[in-house]
T-cell receptor, first 114, second 112 residues
């Protein structure tokens, strides 16, 4: 039973354009959401996070949007650069609940085309 | 000055053997984790330790036993390895439980 879903296994975007990666969740207890980036043969790298008390968090080229009523979050990367090509994982936790660790989606492979 | 390190990076072994994977973090974090990424690329939590005490033990066979000698180390020992244990195992750490976690490079385990 997938509590965090990334329905697009891959996404191809032209360099300089906006990349939008989507994530849906089912567990209403989740109140902290994160995006991780992963290159082949490396561990996931933390990118950006958002607490459920916010609906937007921005860090440079990366912005995460949270729509709690739809249980949906998205990661916007603008402008997209070749180095952004990687697998992006959405993750969630019930931070208030404390001890569950992170629940990950299956990832979306982002390919930035020159 | 790697933040979270794991050894070995690759591990190839026979069914039935016992093996250990080591993890160390130099970030001063209180909480450490083990995740398994299976062939379907799902990253799933296995264990978490907070200040050397086990706080999560997901549905993992008893053959897997984490050991935390101190706050900076969380090792994973696996007894009687099975074919289905083949996966990539990631160690991670965080300052506060379940917040931004920093991952190690992973250990690729192949059981033959």
């Amino acid at each position: 039973d997938q509590q965090v879903k990334q329905n697009s296994p891959s996404l191809s975007v032209q360099e300089g354009r906006i990349s939008i990666l989507n994530c849906d969740y089912t567990n209403s207890m989740f109140d902290y959401f994160l995006w991780y980036k992963k290159y082949p043969a490396e561990g996931p790298t933390f990118l950006i996070s958002i607490s459920s008390i916010k609906d937007k968090n921005e860090d440079g080229r990366f912005t995460v949007f949270l729509n709690k009523s739809a249980k949906h979050l998205s990661l916007h990367i603008v402008p997209s650069q070749p180095g952004d090509s990687a697998v992006y994982f959405c993750a969630a936790s019930a931070f208030g609940g404390g001890a569950d660790g992170l629940t990950f989606g299956k990832g979306t492979h982002l390919i930035i085309q020159p | 000055d790697t933040a979270v390190s794991q050894t070995p990076k690759y591990l190839v072994t026979q069914m039935g053997n016992d093996k250990s994977i080591k993890c160390e973090q130099n970030l001063g974090h209180d909480t450490m984790y083990w995740y398994k990424q299976d062939s379907k690329k799902f990253l799933k939590i296995m264990f978490s330790y907070n200040n050397k005490e086990l706080i999560i033990n997901e549905t993992v066979p008893n053959r897997f036993s984490p050991k935390s000698p101190d706050k900076a180390h969380l090792n994973l020992h696996i007894n009687s390895l099975e074919l289905g244990d083949s996966a990539v195992y990631f160690c991670a750490s965080s300052q506060v439980v379940a917040t931004s976690q920093y991952f190690g490079p992973g250990t690729r385990l192949l059981v033959l």
